[in-house]
């Protein structure tokens, strides 16, 4: 618990699998106290400041909810209403930032900007989403899988779709905690290779296997978990129309999902595009378990918060 304090949350690169472990018990710990209307005050006067440079439902809402069941205070920042969005530097924010409040947590567009917020921030810095990453809502995905399934080693999760943030946080989890990640994406939509070089040096000495593949088929075959997400992300939507057509043969149907385990869960971080990467009678169907997983965004941002802060 005490190593936790004070740092920063940017990627789970940074974190290894007995930490993210430790973080999804508190998370759980601290859902069945809230289950049970224990109180849980433990950030009492605490600030959060919340920087969104990109839209958020389930990002701005739980974190500031979050912050109210631990008896603190959080501030919605959006570029309209901060300096940043007239371009003020990203030192100069995290320096003034800091002299004002507990913690930070930013959705923006490049990872480095968080990195830099974090290096001139002398409170801890959350990642809340970036074009490469979005480490806490895996961490969800991660407390509903166990939830569901009771353990996280030798499961194996199937993404099927864009390598993009999602895939990105996943595959540097995944293998932490002893899944096997099977990702399957058309050629030009692959993962950042350095991200899958860290997934496949964590997967030897957890001793998983990290895939990452075209044939969406082979990827599934026998998922436990079976992951996708939306074909153009925020800042990409200009190629929706070229994207819809190169991941066509991607959709998680009910065809695709008849080769996953008969007792798959589905997991979508939201918002989704049904019809595009998922059809409604999965996303909506008995084995989904996206709306779990949105709920422990909460627990999750809870525990992330009552540690780092
Ligand atoms: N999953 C997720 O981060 O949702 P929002 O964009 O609504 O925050
Ligand atoms: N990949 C999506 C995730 C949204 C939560 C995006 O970045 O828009």
């Known amino acids: 618990r005490k190593s936790f304090k004070g740092r920063d949350f940017l990627s789970l690169r940074d974190f290894t699998g007995r930490e993210i472990n430790f973080i999804l018990d508190e ?27 990109k839209s958020s439902t389930r990002t701005r809402v739980s974190f500031e909810v979050a912050m109210l069941h631990l008896g603190g205070h959080a501030l919605f920042l959006s570029p309209r209403d901060i300096q940043m969005g007239r371009g003020e530097s990203v030192p100069d924010t995290a320096r003034v930032l800091s002299r004002y409040v507990d913690g930070i947590m930013i959705r923006t567009f490049s990872q480095s900007e968080v990195e ?86 964590a997967a030897e000495e957890t001793g998983v296997k990290v895939e990452v593949i075209s044939n969406p088929v082979q990827a599934i075959t026998d998922a436990d978990v079976v992951v996708t997400d939306v074909w153009a992300s925020m800042g990409q939507e200009q190629e929706q129309k070229e994207r819809e057509q190169a991941f066509a043969g991607y959709q998680v149907n009910q065809a695709l999902c008849a080769h996953a385990k008969p007792d798959y869960i589905f997991l979508h971080c939201l918002p989704a595009h049904r019809g595009e ?24 941002h809870k525990a992330l918060l009552a540690l780092l802060l």
């Open 277 to 300: 990467e998922v059809t409604a009678d999965i996303i909506d169907g008995p084995h989904s378990a996206a709306w779990d997983e949105a709920e422990n965004r909460l627990h999750i």
């Open 116 to 201: 830099e917020l974090a290096e001139y921030a002398t409170v801890p810095v959350i990642n809340g989403l970036t074009d490469l990453t979005h480490p806490g809502q895996i961490l969800a995905d991660l407390l509903t899988v166990k939830e569901h399934k009771g353990q996280l080693a030798g499961l194996k999760l199937a993404y099927i779709g864009d390598g993009n943030n999602i895939a990105h946080s996943l595959l540097l989890g995944c293998p932490k905690v002893g899944m096997h990640i099977s990702v399957a994406s058309p050629e030009g939509y692959r993962p950042n290779p350095d991200i899958v070089t860290l997934a496949k040096q």
């Open 27 to 53: 998370a759980a710990r601290l859902k069945a106290m809230q289950k049970a209307g224990i109180p849980h005050p433990y950030l009492q006067g605490k600030t959060l400041a919340m920087i969104f440079q």
